[in-house]
């Protein structure tokens, strides 16, 4: 094993970068008898993680933290190369929190010479922002599936802002039969409601100020369903209404089962607004909760 492959020690924090060193220290916990939960990343980090990581430990006295810019998710005219990275700052953030390794492998660790292998999940894992990014679940769910079976935690955390791909990791672990507890954390907010987001740092100003109005749009369309209208009309309201805000385009805005992301006409079952929209540089994914409908008795 060469040095910059063994675990170092940066500001508290044990990094490592191979699935060995990872696996050696999780067996350490396991044999103390320590639950461990993980929590995906690839880096960046901001508010909306470290809520993600606080909710890990909350559970887990051992809290692994993985940061991968995976490659097999972004198409190659998408912003791998511009995707933000700041590894000393969340060396520095993740230290704050106290936690116990970070994973930080390399891409030849993840995807070795001679790598073929893909994970798909059909339902889920189509439609909504598959429709615009094919390449995309595949890539979270080949990545997940590989972290999920190096780390084996008992907890795993993913935040519901993506929300797709917390349904996407749920179905898979459970069709792997992967021993872990998938665990969604509600959204982290700036001041305005815009959900935290890496690539909020791609907005300028203006930009930013008109994203602010998706969330308030997604929450005034969730209430429509949620006092009885039907979908067809809250969710046609709602795309002329955000049609007039200044995003410059609309990939979707939909109501879905919360649990399946099945087309629903009418929240009787919780169920979930999603909406994706372009603007400048960037594209604002977003969702909110809809309480299925009580019928009156009678
Ligand atoms: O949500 C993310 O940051 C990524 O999609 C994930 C889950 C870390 C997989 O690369």
Redesign the pocket.
């Known amino acids: 094993m060469t040095a910059r492959r063994s675990p170092s020690l940066a500001q508290g924090v044990v990094r490592v970068e191979t699935v060995a060193n990872l696996r050696r220290a999780v067996g350490v916990w396991r044999a103390d008898g320590h639950r461990v939960g993980l929590v995906?990343?690839?880096g960046a980090l901001h508010a909306g993680?470290l809520a993600l990581v606080e909710e890990a430990r909350r559970r887990c006295p051992r809290v692994v933290v993985?940061v991968?810019?995976?490659p097999a998710?972004f198409a190659p005219a998408e912003d791998f190369d511009e995707y933000p990275r700041d590894e000393a700052g969340d060396m520095a953030k993740l230290a704050a929190l106290g936690v116990d390794l970070v994973f930080a492998p390399g891409r030849d660790e993840i995807y070795p010479a001679g790598f073929a292998t893909t994970v798909t999940v059909a339902g889920a894992g189509a439609g909504l922002c598959a429709a615009t990014r094919p390449h995309f679940f595949a890539?979270?769910a080949t990545?997940?599936t590989k972290?999920l079976v190096q780390c084996l935690p008992d907890v795993a955390v993913?935040?519901e802002?993506?929300y797709q791909?917390l349904v996407v990791?749920r179905r898979l672990a459970r069709d792997l039969d992967i021993p872990v507890e998938i665990v969604g954390v509600p959204t982290v907010r700036e001041a305005d409601g815009l959900a935290m987001s890496?690539r909020n740092a791609y907005l300028t100003p203006d930009e930013r100020r008109i994203a602010g109005g998706l969330n308030v749009l997604l929450a005034d369309v969730a209430g429509r369903v949620a006092r009885g209208e039907a979908a067809s009309g809250a969710l046609a309201w709602g795309r002329q209404r955000l049609a007039g805000m200044g995003f410059d385009s609309i990939d979707y805005l939909e109501l879905r089962d919360a649990e399946t992301l099945e087309p629903v006409e009418r929240a009787t079952r919780p169920a979930r607004v999603l909406a994706a929209v372009r603007i400048g540089g960037a594209r604002l994914i977003d969702n909110r909760p809809v309480a299925p409908v009580v019928e009156a008795a009678g």
Do not use: A, C, I, R
């Open positions: 995906p990343t690839m993680h993985s991968f810019v995976n998710q890539g979270v990545v997940v972290l993913f935040g802002k993506d791909q990791v890496s």
